[in-house]
């Protein structure tokens, strides 16, 4: 079946444009996760959705990026005024939460890379 | 948060077995051991989670200590393909259940 699905797969982009990059999750997947892994680093969690909700934003670096999650579905992490040190793989992922949360692997994309110049 | 120790690199020859070890000596309650692989220019690719008992898939085996403090992912006969960092996460019993990576173990399956 389709997996994780990311767009663009890649992005360069001017330092200080805004950036939108979206997550189609698998169907029926009501968790959804952002991660990004800078150049030779480990994976970063930004946020987490359940449903439409974020009950976990820790992970966000500033107030300059955000992000939505419509319809319990697709979502969009949007960067403002972005930075080279914005530069990274942004991946998404997504699982299916039974009552045992923690018992349902997240399943990642192949993640947006995002070049700032 | 229960946090893992994983050799930074390991080798191993194909066909042979892959044994990667993780010690998770501060595990606890209900808490999950994932195992994830990352191979280069590709998101981290799932294998397998266990909680107590010993689990087999089509990918890999994982073997888990009695006392829960360690665990064994074994790939019972490694390909070149297998060359990747493999992340042993114990998953926290905390709001969103976020996997939390650690940097990982990096396997290189030599011909």
């Known amino acids: 079946g389709a997996g994780v699905s990311q767009s663009p797969s890649n992005k360069v982009t001017e330092k200080g444009k805004d950036v939108e990059l979206r997550c189609d999750p698998i169907s029926g997947h009501t968790a959804l996760y952002w991660y990004r892994q800078s150049l030779g680093q480990g994976l970063e969690f930004l946020i987490y959705?359940?449903?439409?909700?974020?009950?976990?934003k820790s992970g966000l670096p500033s107030d300059r990026f955000s992000a939505e999650r419509t319809g319990g579905s697709v979502s969009t992490l949007t960067i403002q005024r972005t930075q080279q040190e914005d530069s990274a793989v942004y991946l998404c992922?997504?699982?299916?939460?039974?009552?045992?949360?923690?018992?349902?692997?997240?399943?990642f994309g192949n993640g947006t890379r995002l070049t700032v110049t | 948060d229960a946090k893992t120790t994983q050799p930074p690199s390991m080798d191993c020859a194909e066909g042979r077995a892959a044994n990667l070890p993780c010690n998770h000596s501060?595990?606890?309650?209900?808490?999950?051991v994932y195992w994830y692989r990352q191979i280069h220019s590709q998101g981290p690719q799932y294998i397998i989670h266990g909680l107590k008992n010993n689990e087999t898939n089509e990918m890999a085996s994982l073997i888990i200590t009695e006392d829960r403090k360690s665990s064994t992912l074994i790939l019972p006969h490694a390909t070149l393909r297998d060359t990747a960092v493999y992340y042993c996460i114990v998953r926290v019993e905390v709001e969103g259940n976020k996997l939390v990576f650690g940097a990982g173990t990096i396997l290189r399956v030599k011909s």
């Open positions: 992922a997504s699982s299916l939460v039974g009552g045992l949360s923690y018992n349902s692997p997240l399943h």
């Open positions: 959705f359940q449903g439409n909700s974020a009950p976990d």
């Open positions: 501060t595990i606890s309650g209900n808490e999950y």
